[in-house]
């Protein structure tokens, strides 16, 4: 079993920044993805950005140039920088990773960016 524990959500005024953390726990794999999912009310979950072991990236068009993923593979931990944060970036924020097969989500950080 994997535990995900985000933090780092918040209200912020568009233009401005925000750094989400999350970290996991448990039975852990080399070969694995880290990512952020986000979701607003009345859409479906949505990759935002995702990286993997080796550091591979990938981000959601909308987030492009905004946005940076990181992560610490000794600390299994991954952020996500957020800048230029606009109103559509309001949702709840989900860490996701996958090993072996498997996805395991944390229970989200709300981000509320306000006009």
């Known amino acids: 079993q994997v535990q995900l524990v985000e933090s780092g959500g918040g209200l912020v005024q568009a233009g401005g920044s925000l750094r989400l953390s999350c970290a996991a726990s448990g039975t852990m794999y080399n070969f694995n993805n880290m990512g952020w999912y986000r979701q607003a009310p009345g859409k479906q979950r949505e990759l935002v950005a995702e990286?993997?072991?080796?550091?591979?990236?990938n981000y959601a068009d909308a987030v492009k140039g905004r946005f940076t993923i990181s992560r610490d593979n000794a600390k299994n931990t991954v952020d996500l920088q957020m800048n230029s944060l606009k109103p559509e970036d309001t949702a709840v924020y989900y860490c996701?990773?996958?090993?072996?097969?498997?996805?395991?989500w944390g229970k989200g950080t709300l981000v509320t960016v306000s006009s």
């Open positions: 996701k990773r996958e090993q072996i097969g498997l996805s395991y």
């Open positions: 990286m993997s072991n080796f550091g591979n990236t």
